[in-house]
């Protein structure tokens, strides 16, 4: 009776060239994952907020209001303020749709409220700017540049996506 002392040479070389193909055809497919993944974060954020836009506005007509309005009662904490045609401009100050990087911050709390992604402080998710009136979020996390867009003055949200 013969007993085995380990793997032959023969074995290993087999092994190891099953573990190279492998890898040579699975690691691109798990450094996509990373991409993908990031390109969906950026969808279902953007998703989200123009979820909770169309939430404010449809919260404002059912509150029978047809001007620009303070604080909005039913949605979120009862402090989104809205333009006069019902977009989200805010949640402190006056309700028109001149857009800064703070009332661009106050939308976005304002109607994504809880577990939103960050947008405040040196490793925020997004960050914030205004562009020809319009709030732009900056997806930072894959530093691509991809962005959501949002125009206070139709309620509009477009998000463009950079691989």
């Known amino acids: 009776m013969k ?5 032959t040479l023969i074995e290993l070389v087999v ?6 193909i492998l890898s040579v055809f699975a690691f691109p497919r798990f450094a996509k994952l990373s991409d993908h993944a990031h390109r969906a974060s950026v969808r279902a954020t953007a998703g989200a907020l ?14 029978g209001l047809t001007a620009a309005a303070e604080n909005i009662q ?9 333009s006069e ?26 109607v994504l409220q809880s577990n939103a ?5 040196p490793e925020a998710d997004y960050k ?16 691509l540049g991809s962005n959501t867009m949002y125009n206070a003055g139709n309620g509009e ?7």
């Open 117 to 121: 992604p960050t947008i405040m402080g």
């Open 157 to 163: 949200v477009l998000t463009a996506i950079y691989r």
């Open 3 to 7: 007993q085995h002392q380990g793997f």
């Open 128 to 143: 914030v700017t205004v562009s020809a009136g319009n709030c732009v979020f900056t997806y930072q996390l894959d530093g």
């Open 74 to 82: 039913g949605f979120g904490n009862d402090n989104v303020e809205v």
């Open 15 to 20: 092994v190891v060239t099953i573990v190279a």
């Open 50 to 63: 123009a979820a909770g836009i169309t939430l404010t506005k449809a919260q404002w007509l059912a509150n």
């Open 85 to 110: 045609d019902g977009w989200p401009v805010a949640t402190s100050g006056p309700a028109d749709t001149t857009m800064t990087v703070v009332r661009c911050r106050e939308v976005w709390a304002g």
